[in-house]
């Protein structure tokens, strides 16, 4: 069974750094993309960015580009979103997907991680 | 970067009823375009891929359509566990960033 498993709800404070992760199991970890995708309190699905873990070929959207750094340790199966510096604009869900090719849809997600920015 | 609109934004529907979502491009996207339902407090399931192919374990009730610009998603009879929210995706933009709509939710009437 295709599972991804992502770490646990975050409470931060702004300027702190923070990375969560994501672990595959069920497939060939290598041979799929892992995309990020945000969706903000009671809003739509916004796309982050994605990585090949079989190289670490890694994609960002324009707007979030130099804002977050998606990582991947193929020896544990895990992709990994984090940032350096925390806003409060960043407290939102954060959903890792599966996705075969660049050019297919994300068929396997994980539960979300939701990160709370506060002081 | 390409605009998704999705239209309404809540649709109203009682059970056994008819659903038709819209989707719609601000520029050519071919064929790929993909639905997803979100519940709350769920992640978002692929329901509809390549416009109008099924994911795996989708029901026949669910069915997508168009091309181009313009996209539908159809529910021929609304059962209770479909009321959610539907987004669509356009992928078709590689190396660039994906897109999404906004969200049509789809409640009871």
């Known amino acids: 069974e295709v599972q991804l498993v992502q770490s646990g709800a975050e409470v931060k404070k702004p300027g702190e750094s923070l990375k969560i992760s994501c672990k595959g199991s069920g497939y060939i970890f290598t041979n799929y993309w892992i995309g990020w995708v945000r969706q903000m309190p009671g809003e739509g699905l916004e796309w982050i960015g994605i990585i090949y873990p079989g190289d670490s070929d890694t994609r960002y959207s324009p707007s979030f580009q130099g804002q977050v750094t998606i990582s991947v340790d193929r020896s544990i199966s895990t992709a990994y979103l984090q940032w350096s510096s925390l806003k409060a604009s960043d407290t939102a869900m954060y959903y890792c997907?599966?996705?075969?090719?660049?050019?297919?849809?994300?068929?396997?997600w994980g539960r979300g991680t939701l990160v709370t920015v506060s002081s | 970067e390409i605009v998704m609109t999705q239209s309404p934004a809540t649709l109203s529907v009682s059970p056994g009823e008819r659903a038709t979502l819209s989707c719609r491009a601000s520029?050519?996207?071919?064929?790929?375009l993909a639905w997803y339902q979100q519940k709350p407090g769920q992640a978002p399931r692929l329901l509809i891929y390549g416009t109008s192919t099924r994911a795996t374990d989708i029901p026949g009730r669910f069915s997508g359509s168009g091309s181009g610009t313009e996209f539908t998603l159809t529910i021929s009879s609304l059962q209770s566990e479909d009321f959610a929210v539907y987004f669509c995706?356009?992928?078709?933009?590689?190396?660039?960033?994906?897109?999404f709509g906004q969200g049509t939710k789809v409640e009871i009437k």
């Open positions: 995706q356009q992928y078709h933009t590689w190396p660039s960033t994906w897109t």
């Open positions: 997907a599966r996705q075969e090719t660049p050019e297919d849809p994300n068929d396997y």
């Open positions: 520029q050519r996207i071919s064929s790929y």
